[in-house]
């Protein structure tokens, strides 16, 4: 497993790689690896002769300073991780070397970037557009992995890609769950053990809410989602929403839905989780 923190120096390896004809798979991240992210790597791993992983806490798509300061860093146990699944190439670089100079870059996704995620945490998405076009532009992968848990994020990426033209395939993959039905996050490793106990409350309360689907419409699915949250003691919930997953837009209506998810995002002490299910 090589090790760059060069952005030179990696594509020149690189560039050397491509030219031998070796496809390349890629899974950014921004370290605290779990085993979410190990089963995406897995995935590159088998569908490309090259695994490229890159470990970088990416500052500009924190609009929270104390949750970039708290985020878990530890490159050696990542490399460890990466090590279990055969990682080709590692890209490590420092802040100053992906961003010499101020960033300027703007992109519009349109209504995309103003629900959800977008509502609650402004700049985010072009923080995350930004460094995803920098990281793209220096691995050339052919195919990119991301995972489903992060689905808004997920919908930016490929319209990112349709937006530039961006020569690289995004493989969405399924959201990974402890045994207990909470969603593998790096965050996960913040919470406390009362904190841990209660978050799989989050994914049960979604599935419940799919069996409610039967019965309810959207409004008093929603509705009684906030309720389950806000009787809680630990609990803070941001947001839940019931949308149509091409467009991300709040549905009404069963019967004018087409491919519909329920999001959403709790804080739980000083945590913020967010976590998804698909209802149609």
Known sequence: MKTFSSIKNIQEFISEEKKNGFTIGFVPTMGALHEGHLQLM???KQEN????VSVFVNPIQF?????LKKYPRNLEKDKQLLETVSCDIVFAPTVE????????TKYDFGKLETVMEGAFRKGHFNGVAVVVKKLFDIVLP???YFGEKDFQQLAII???VRMENLPVQIVPCPI????????????NERLTGDERKAAPFIHKTLKEAVKLSEKMNPAEIKKWVIEQFS????????????ANDRDLQPITAWDKAFGTMGFVAVQLGQVRLIDNIRFI
Not at 177 to 187: I, N, Q, T, V, W
């Open 42 to 44: 897995r995935r590159a």
């Open 49 to 52: 002769d090259l695994l490229v």
């Open 63 to 67: 609009n929270n300073p104390e949750d």
């Open 97 to 104: 070397e992906m961003y010499p100079e101020a960033v300027t």
């Open 142 to 144: 052919d195919k990119a």
């Open 158 to 160: 490929q319209e990112l």
């Open 176 to 187: 990974v769950r402890e045994e207990d039905g909470l969603a593998m996050s790096s965050r």
């Open 231 to 242: 009787a809680t003691d630990v609990f803070q919930i941001e947001y839940f929403e019931i």
